[in-house]
Nanobody
């Protein structure tokens, strides 16, 4: 039972990436899914959350209008489409599955991924 992130990489400012959070061993839409990031020297921060059954979505102010969280039940995957990337978006990005979104936070955490590096060059 795990979630695995993929899709990170190096991109120039203004570019786009799509991160994937794939679940194995459980059905993602039974859980709320959160995306988090941790930049060097900074605390981990929540940036987006999608509620179970994908009813509601939440975004941090820092990414609102640029990032979009979505789901694909067929592939048991949640995505984070990241557009208009900025150097300050550089971080390791994690997804997690839990019980409920609390804004961009996630309550009753169950599963964490290992993260995927996103580097945005200026």
């Amino acid at each position: 039972v795990q979630v695995v992130e993929s899709g990170g990489g190096l991109v120039q400012a203004g570019g786009s990436l799509r991160l994937s959070c794939a679940a194995s061993g459980f059905t993602l839409d039974y859980y709320a899914i959160g995306w988090f990031r941790q930049a060097p020297g900074k605390e981990r921060e929540g940036i987006s959350c999608i509620s179970s059954s994908y009813v509601s979505t939440y975004y941090a102010d820092s990414v609102k209008g640029r990032f979009t969280i979505s789901s694909d039940n067929t592939n048991n995957t949640v995505y984070l489409q990241m557009n208009s990337l900025k150097p300050e978006d550089t971080a390791v990005y994690y997804c997690a599955a839990g019980g409920y979104c609390s804004g961009v936070g996630l309550l009753e955490l169950r599963y964490w991924g290992q993260g995927t590096q996103v580097t945005v060059s200026s």
